[in-house]
């Protein structure tokens, strides 16, 4: 089968960018996503808040998931659940499994919407046994609103970001008396409404520099032993529910079975500002690339995306075959970004600069597909690397006209700097708490030099 | 308690469905004689058998001379064979021996002078460039490498399954969930006909039994009125898994090379495609700890650090500990003592998977000499055909005439180990069919996978619960009994 865009993953990013590529006449638009039902995460998340930025009205998640399905298929793309993307067949090629059996698509551009999920147990090397009763947040969701399971007893959130209130939420529907959040960091990261809200309701403690030690039972959780990590204090409570919340990681099994260039920091394939990858015509969206933001921000990435891709599809000559590599144009321009710790991460990593500038993204080269490119290519080329740079070349602002960050520590009134060489470009003052978003304004893009190399951002001194 | 032949009784009972007890079961199916497979757990391998470095050992190292190093290798080979035929997975990666330190280097020339002692000639060194032209993410330092190339990879799970499955369709009755709590010989002394065992599921009489209980066999020896010549004392070793993007790290088994001080860790691929780490060896008392430990952790983390530093820059799957039933002794407690009719395979340490068959093969042919009658059954036995897990051959998934002919063999249920709904009912109605979730675990792999459950684990527990509550699975599952032999 050949299609226009193949779009892997039919969450909020995934099906806002397959909307909006048919709106933009870009051809056919196939969206496989391996779950039953379209919709990604927002499906199992029964909490209101859903739609705020994008769709300005507020929605549950299975209202808001079910509202960007019915789009994507209204404007034309065609969603196929269940249906597993399997790997890349070279050129372009992805394999797709599914009941009806393995097909090989051909598309001219591939936008990777696979999202994240939180670190298990396992992960955060958690000692102890190994019983039932430990779950992540997504797990409980599913139990609980999509199975109906009930959860009695007493039950703990490893965590105290929004997603933990949420946990809470959910275990409190399940008829779970929840016992406390804990939290290894010196205060809870949600908002404070939400948490006091939370906190007021359930009556639910947070209990801050507290880790987490380890986990007993032989075969049901029956306690778990959490420890002061200022005094080292251990202490033993008793509970039949453990749920790990937050400390996402994108799922970026396809992007590194394609060779993509992953970025360090987010973990999620390195984008530029037009959420393009290291390979050409192949894009990422969402909470793939910035692990983890709310639906509506991964919604608006997915229109971002869509309408660069649908600008490279439109300038691709006409003779080419589809999914054919073209070697006659380099590499897109593009300046790297990066930050300094305390700092943890920022999407997208790098300022895509394009040729011309005018409405709409402007034309560009034909590019090569995944599968084409050398695996671990770089996430940013040199200028040198690059194709030649017009005079008028102009950086491409990314999704929502601001870049993401994410900082280790909390900081009540932080400036970030942002430098290229010596000079700054700009200064923000910002507020930093670990797993929650920190916004940069790109209004400095202009100030960037295409040939001024890495442009960093920190924290100002002093 | 009464003379004479019991009508009733089986003619052996094996007691420990681990991959040795499984073993033997399946070698004392092929004989015209009644079998009773008994275990305390509900599924068979969830002692020793389910947790350990799944390499399928050439033997090399073992002591020369020993019965472990007779039966690691006749059992290896055995094994090989069997695997291929009853598609259990197994990939022959080879294992490369590192020694990073010079005590470790001056230690090279006797493991291959080991080797040979043991009947193993493949064994060559090979020089440092070309150990790391072969596993270029090797951590810097490594002085020197022995080459063993038919050191492999096995499915731990799969093979005493298909042990077990091969065991049952040939008439042995397995009794899981049935633990022996006491034992009775028939018979005076000097003409003991055979024993009543006392178990958890009501009573069980046989005219042999044979102690296959692991951790527990100690104990079960003391019940039988066996000599007591061990003690089983646990050692736990807890391992790391790696994600499956860490895989292509390495190409080989990377061997440490053991020292007085020192057993050393390993790092070796696994036939599902991931990356293990392992083991620690602490000796413990408590026959069911299975806990890892921070320090335990912090140990392998450190080790693997060093061995491949972009090891650990990947995500960690799963973390588990095992428990060897080690005894005061080196070598392997085998004994067949005929006139207590009792026969006793104990102090399998580590090897006993690769050993398994070899094992089972010595201990029918030392009971057919104490005066077991083994008549071979008419028509030969076939191993079953398992269903394959591992990653280097095709799974359900990949396989476009299994989806044509049953869709359900491309509904993915478990997405990062990419189980299909099909495998997950095959499994529900297979001749051993799981008890639990952790039985459909090590059948199918679901939920094994990075996710460890975020994605799938509330539709798998929704099928589990479905199939209890009357479908297939719960029609086809009465092949295994939990209950008295008629």
Redesign the interface.
Known sequence: MNVDVLIVGAGPAGLAAAAELRRLAAGQVLVAD??QQPGGVPRHSAHTGYGTRDLHRVLTGPAYARRYAAAATAAGAEIRA?T?V?GWAGNGRATL??????ETVSARAVLLATGC???????R?V????P?GV??T??LQ??VY??G?RLPGRALVVGAEHVSFSAVVTLAHAGADVVALVTELPRQQSYAAFALAALARWRVPVWTSTAL??V?G?DRLTAVDVADVRTGAVRRVECDTLVFTGDW?PDH?LA?AAGIAIDPGTRGPAVDTSLETSARNVFAAGNLVHAAETADVAALDGVHAARHIAAALRCREPAAAPGAPDHASGPPYRVPLAVEPPLAWISPNAIRFNASAGAGPPCRAPTSPPGTDPPGAPPTSSPDAGAALSPGAVPVPPPRGRFLLRSHVFQHRATLEVHQGNRVLARQRARLIPGRPVHLDAAWLARVRPSGGLVLVALAHG | VTAGPDPEAADVVVIGAGVVGAAIARELSRYQITVVLADAANDVGTGTTKANTAILHTGFDAVPGSLESRLLRRGSALLTDYARRAGIPVERTGALLVAWTAEQEQALPSIMERAQQNGYHAVRQIPVAELYQREPHLGPGALAALEIPDESVICPWTTPLAYATEAVRAGVRLMLGTRVTGAQAQGGRGALTGHVLSTTRGTIRARWVVNAAGLHSDRVDAMLGGDGGFTIRPRRGEL??FDK?ARPLLSSILLPVPTAQSKGVLVAPTVYGNVLLGPTAQDIDDR?D?????N??ASL?EAGRRIMPLLLEE??????AGLRAATEHRDYQIRVDAARRYACAAGIRSTGLSASLGIAEHLAELMGDAGLELRPRNGSAAPPLMPYIGQAGTRP??D?GM??AD??Y???VC?CE?VTCGEIRDALASTVPPAD?DGLRRRTRVQNG??????C???V??LMAERAAGGPAAATGQQVTAGRPA
């Open positions: 391996r779950e269940g597993t399997t499994t599914g009941p009806s059996g393995i999920r939180e670190r298990p147990r396992p992960a090397l000692p102890g046994d190994r039932t779950m992540t997504g797990e599913q139990r999509l199975h399971e030690r380890r007993d032989r990681i099994e590194r | 790391i898994v993007l069911g299975t806990s890892t430990t921070a335990g952790l983390t995500e960690v799957t799963a973390t588990y998934y990949q476009a989806i044509a869709p359900d491309g509904r993915i997405h990419r979730l990075r996710c460890q459950g975020f994605y684990a509330a539709t527990a929704a």
